[in-house]
């Protein structure tokens, strides 16, 4: 199984944070991560979305179909995220659109980690969790920086 986590471009403060939005910067930075995934995902990826507006401006860059997941709204722990997305038992590939902190604790949980991560807004981290002479391992597959895209 693939597990990305795709932290939100950036967004502009606000009382309700829920409703977010994006500003000019993060919208170039959630169409240059977008484009990119899109090169790289494979066919079949389920795309999971927290219903924050912010989340769901970034995953709209990448013009596929996603899934709004109310337990990946800001404040969610990792084993919500690992659970929504059915890590490792789904197989296939899954796109984690979130934030952090939670998505830093995800990574750090997969890797061995003592502490969370710091995942940089609109930064994505790849992982692969694979059976390899009989023992379960993760690997972090690739690391993208949204602004080394744009």
Do not use: I, N
């Given at each position: 199984m693939n597990l990305i986590l795709w932290r939100?471009?950036?967004a502009e403060d606000g009382?309700?944070?829920?409703?977010?939005?994006?500003?000019?910067?993060g919208e170039r930075q959630a169409h240059a991560v977008g484009k990119w995934l899109r090169r790289h995902l494979p066919e079949g990826t389920r795309v999971l979305v927290s219903p924050a507006l912010r989340t769901r401006q970034t995953a709209q860059a990448l013009g596929w179909p996603w899934q709004?997941?109310?337990?990946?709204?800001?404040?969610?722990?990792?084993?919500q995220v690992l659970a929504a997305a059915d890590w490792p038992q789904a197989g296939g590939c899954v796109l984690v659109v979130g934030h952090q902190p939670t998505l830093g604790e995800v990574a750090a949980?997969?890797?061995?980690?003592?502490?969370g991560l710091n995942l940089r807004k609109g930064g994505i981290l790849w992982f692969e969790h694979r059976l390899r002479d009989g023992a379960a391992r993760t690997d972090?597959?690739?690391?993208?920086?949204?602004?080394?895209?744009d």
């Open positions: 939100h471009a950036e009382a309700d944070d829920l409703t977010r939005v994006l500003t000019p910067k709004d997941v109310a337990a990946l709204a800001p404040g969610a722990s990792a084993d949980q997969l890797l061995g980690a003592a502490q972090l597959r690739a690391a993208v920086d949204a602004g080394l895209l």
